[in-house]
């Protein structure tokens, strides 16, 4: 006999695997942590398999966990279009939508081509810009939902994926430490830009802005063009680039969280809720850098 398996349990399942943690998964969902462990606990044994394994200090998806998300995330968009449907609220109205210029590389609008299809009464005001400049235009009520980076401590919004930041660079790139190291930035004020200058001033390593640029077109052309190395969240590191490794000889950087922004006045909007159930079902894969 087929088991059924609660959407409730997936969800939870889900945010497990996007955030990485118990505690900020019951954070999201507004639950107890000891009940995602029970929800935890609840599937694994309707599956009759091992899907988190939980140390002291981290947690990981088996690969019959890794199998599970996939199938989590088609049953509860099933779920959500069923929901909406019998409802007889159709989502419908404009969606002013921001997001940061460097997920557009990513498989974020894949995910809204599949939202319009299977919402097509809603339309979209679409800004791609620099997280920093989204984050005003959200404080002056100039979007509905933003889709973005936060600094580090920054607790506003729903975190979609926490990426580690790494230096990229091509593979013909060569750092003499003696030298100050030629970076490829974006115009202040910027996250990463940030980061990459604290990280090598701690290191005591100088440095120079060898290019200023305002997207991330404008920075990957600047990196791949060999005139400086720069700094990204590590799922979206394009094909163009590479990781630089260890035997760069770099300082460590922090971890940068990706997240979903809702402006308070639209998040009981059918669409907007729309929206938000699309992207967070979708999860981590949806802010990793595309291969199409």
């Not at 019998?86 to 609008?109: E, H, Y």
């Not at 230096?167 to 980061?195: F, M, N």
């Not at 791949?224 to 770099?250: D, E, H």
Request: proline share 6%.
């Amino acid at each position: 006999m087929t088991v059924p398996y609660d959407p409730e349990l997936l969800a939870t399942l889900l945010a497990v695997e996007q955030t990485g943690s118990f505690t900020q998964a019951a954070a999201r969902l507004r639950i107890r942590q000891p009940t995602v462990s029970q929800h935890i606990r609840r599937l694994e044994q309707q599956v009759g398999r091992t899907l988190v394994h939980r140390t002291t200090h981290s947690l990981s998806l088996t690969p019959d966990g890794e199998a599970m998300i996939g199938f989590a995330r088609t049953i509860l968009a099933a779920h959500e279009q069923a929901a909406a449907y019998f409802s007889g609220s159709q989502p419908r109205g404009r969606l002013r939508i921001g997001m940061s210029d460097d997920l557009a590389l990513t498989r974020l609008p894949q995910i809204l081509r599949e939202f319009r299809r299977d919402y097509p009464m809603v339309d979209f005001y679409l800004t791609v810009e620099q997280s920093r400049v989204l984050h005003e235009w959200m404080a002056n009520d100039k979007l509905d939902v933003l889709v973005g980076k936060r600094t580090p401590g920054d607790e506003r919004g729903r975190l979609v994926k926490r990426d580690r930041l790494v230096w990229v660079g091509t593979p013909a790139t060569k750092i003499d430490l003696t030298k100050p190291v030629p970076l490829v930035v974006y115009a202040a004020p910027s996250l990463s830009r940030s980061e990459m200058r604290k990280a090598l001033n701690r290191a005591q390593i100088p440095y120079r802005s060898a290019c200023v640029c305002r997207g991330v077109n404008g920075l990957i052309a600047g990196v791949a063009a060999g005139i400086g190395i720069s700094v990204m969240a590590a799922s979206l590191v394009p094909a163009q680039l590479t990781t630089l490794g260890p035997a760069y000889r770099l300082p460590e950087l922090g971890h940068i969280d990706l997240v979903l922004l809702v402006n308070p006045r639209a998040e009981e909007r059918p669409a907007t809720k729309a929206l938000i159930a699309a992207v967070l079902a979708s999860g981590s894969r949806s802010l990793s850098a595309s291969t199409t």
